[in-house]
Every structure is written in C-alpha cells, then in structure tokens.
C-alpha cells in the first residue's frame, strides 16, 4: 500500500516537458529570422547612409547658406560632432539608430523620427491604392490571358510593354493629358481623393505587368498538371477549372511577388512622389538626400527597412497558411523545449 501511494505521489509531482508542434517551430523560426534579417539590414543601410553622406563632402553645405564664414561653420560641426574621430561618429551613429534615437534634423531641428513618421501615412496611402490596383489589375489580366488561341499570343505580350514603360515618363504624360490639357484631374499634391488617382495609375503599372506575367506563367504550368486533366475529364467547364484548380494552385508565388512589389511601393516611391509632389516619406527623403540632412535620411532608412521585412514576414506567414506542405519538417513528431 505503501508503495503504492509513493507511486501515486511521484505520477502527481512529475512534470510534463512543453512541447511546440512542428507548425509552432517553423512559425516561430520565421519569426526569429526575420528579426534577424532587420537587424542585419539595420546595420547595413545605417553603414551606407553613414557612407555616401560621408563621401559626398562636409555635410554643412547642404543646409549652410553659401559663403557663411569658416568660423560658424566650424561650430556647427562641432555641434553635430561632425569634428570628432570618424570611427565615433559611426559607433554613435549605429548605436542611436539601434534604439531609434536618430537625433534633430539638421535643417529644421524638429526630431528626425517625427519627420518621417508624419510623412509615413502619404505613402500608405499612395503604396495601398498602387498595390490593391495592380493586384485587382494584374490577375484579371492573368484570367482573360487564359483564352486560347490568338488573344492568348496578344495578350502575352503587353505585360512586358508595361515592365518596360518608365514610371517617370507614364507619370508626365498622364500628367500632361489628363491634368493640363484636359483638366479633369488634379497635377499634384492630396488635398482630394481625386488627387491620388494620377500617382497610383503611374505606380501600380509596373508591378500589375509583373503580377500579370508571373500569374500568367504560373497558371500555364498548373494547366498541363494532372489533377487539372482529371478535372476535365470529369466533364468541368473551362473557367470552373481555372477558378476552382488552376488559378488557386498558381496563386501561390504571386502572393511573394506581390508582398515584394508591397516593399518596393513602400520604399521606392520617390520619382512618383517627387513628380505629384505627394508630400511622403519619399519625398521627403529626396529631399534629406539633397540637402545632406543626416539624421532624416537615417530615419528614413531604418524605418524603411523595418517596413520592408515586416511586410515579407506577414507574406511568409500567409503562404504557410494557403499551402500546408511549407509547414512540413525534416523532423518527425513535436520538438521537445
């Protein structure tokens, strides 16, 4: 009896390892990759701003008045710490850009951080339209290029005549035509909802013709599969296989393009915002650049850059959701912490 309570009490006091299914450790694993990749990324496009700004000359002669004295220049160096060891400014500089402390601007004094961030809903807003528009754009595109025959052959061809449009050139001559000669829409900044119509048509056109082209390609590899044969031989209409087999299986690396198209309409939409005049952070960083206004274009960068790799981590996690064979592990079973 004994030792038959001493069991029981061991079997009570025994402690049961936690256990993470294999779906948590690759969620999990992501997660930490990707925090990883920002702080590497972090680290390298601080080096580089530090670098070109650094190499470009005295960075007081982007927002000194021209011919102000040697002596006020020199204080102004000393203030901005432009005077110290090249090797302490990049440690200060690293390090203040780690825990988001990016300093004042240099031209204005208003807090870099602030700068950006006052501008960041701009460019949501101009990369959100582009985005939605060349996604709605470019699988409607990639749909009716599912027809056979001569359309097929036509319709091929026009995503790459959109790939090689240049965005400053679109942007003029819609600019041109709608804007000055027929005045129907406003030329620059957003003080309507009519004023984003121009810049988002001269964004979303080259990644619509890439959406287009990858979906396109992706849905004619699906076509020679065999379960889309089975489907047809079953008695399946030609647009309720594309809409119930091809399309949902091809589905799967536009969701990666359009999450890099995301990023790149995020942090590269300086020609567009700079020809509309679309007051964002592209812009403003442009205009940072010119000037030499360190700590903005630092902002700018890290921001960016956070906004980037946050963006691929919520596709990554959508595509391990859409398609279960990415959650599949080497291992077998539950991994043991």
């Given amino acids: 009896m004994a030792l038959r309570q001493r069991s029981s009490d061991d079997d009570r006091c025994s402690i049961t390892p936690f256990r993470i299914s294999a779906d948590a ?17 972090i680290w390298l496009a601080s080096s580089a701003v530090f670098l070109m700004i650094h190499l470009s000359g005295d960075p007081t002669q982007g927002f000194l008045p021209p011919g102000v004295s040697p002596e006020i220049r020199d204080q102004m160096r000393d203030e901005l710490g432009l005077n ?12 203040r850009g780690f825990i988001g402390d990016f300093g004042d601007s240099w031209r204005d004094g208003q807090p870099a951080l602030n700068a950006v961030l006052a501008r960041l809903p701009a460019t949501l807003q101009l990369a959100t339209a582009a985005i939605l528009l060349a996604t709605i ?16 052959t036509a319709l091929q061809i026009l995503p790459s ?3 090689a ?11 041109m035509v ?6 129907w829409l406003p030329s620059s900044g957003n003080r309507s909802a009519s004023a984003l119509i121009l810049p ?5 056109l080259q990644p619509a013709s890439s959406i287009a082209r990858l979906l396109s390609t992706s849905m004619d590899d699906v076509v020679a599969a065999d379960f889309v044969r089975t489907a047809r031989s079953k008695g399946l209409g030609s647009n309720a296989v594309t809409r119930r087999h091809i399309a949902p299986n091809a589905l799967l690396p536009t969701i990666a393009l359009v999450g890099l198209q995301a990023s790149f309409l995020v942090g590269g939409a300086v020609v567009v915002e700079s020809l509309f005049a679309w007051p964002g952070v592209g812009r403003l960083a442009l205009q940072s650049a010119i000037a030499r206004d360190l700590p903005v274009v630092h902002a700018f960068v890290v921001v960016t850059a956070i906004g980037v790799i946050g963006i691929n981590l919520l596709v990554d996690l959508l ?12 291992q077998v079973g539950a991994v043991n912490v």
Avoid: E
């Fill in 84 to 95: 110290d060891p090249v090797w302490q400014q990049y440690a200060s500089f690293i390090s």
């Fill in 200 to 204: 988002t048509l001269t964004l979303a």
């Fill in 178 to 183: 709608f804007a000055v000669k027929l005045g």
């Fill in 25 to 41: 450790y690759v969620v999990i694993r992501l997660i930490l990759t990707r925090i990883m990749q920002i702080v590497a990324t």
């Fill in 161 to 163: 005549l959109g790939q």
């Fill in 137 to 152: 754009t470019g699988i409607a595109y990639a749909l009716a290029s599912q027809r056979r025959g001569w359309m097929h």
């Fill in 319 to 330: 595509q391990l959701a859409i398609d279960p064979r990415l959650r599949s592990l080497p």
């Fill in 165 to 175: 449009v240049p965005t400053f050139w679109l942007g003029a001559m819609l600019m």
